[in-house]
């Protein structure tokens, strides 16, 4: 019985869902929570020109620091996979996608 609450609970998710849709969701994730590397490699870039892949070393090794942090860690690919399943089952539900359901309904129609 707990197994098929279990799987009742969550649903099964495709290969391009595990491997492809959940690890872009974790990349975005991490970008945001290593902004701060991100601006400043933004920036670095920006200031170097063609020279950046020699001048820049030093913010993306940070980046990429803070970037695999999260890419490794089972907790942070965990929360990525329930928000997405979050997400999935409010769009069979509701037929809208996430990143609409933030728009405002026009109030006249």
């Known amino acids: 019985m707990e197994a098929s609450q279990a799987a009742a609970e969550e649903p099964v998710l495709r290969h391009v869902e595990t491997d492809v849709l959940i690890p872009k969701m974790m990349r975005e994730k991490a970008k945001e929570l290593c902004s701060e590397h991100v601006s400043a490699f933004t ?5 170097s020109g063609f020279l950046m892949a020699v001048k820049c070393r ?9 970037l695999t942090k ?3 860690d089972p907790a942070f690919m965990e929360e ?3 928000q997405y399943i979050k997400e999935k ?6 037929g809208v996608p996430a990143k609409n359901r933030t ?7």
């Open 70 to 72: 999260y890419y490794k």
């Open 58 to 66: 030093d913010e993306n090794a940070a980046l990429k620091e803070c």
């Open 89 to 94: 089952l409010e769009f069979q539900r509701t």
């Open 80 to 82: 990525c996979k329930q």
């Open 43 to 47: 920036q670095c870039c920006k200031e």
């Open 103 to 109: 728009q405002k309904v026009p109030t006249s129609m």
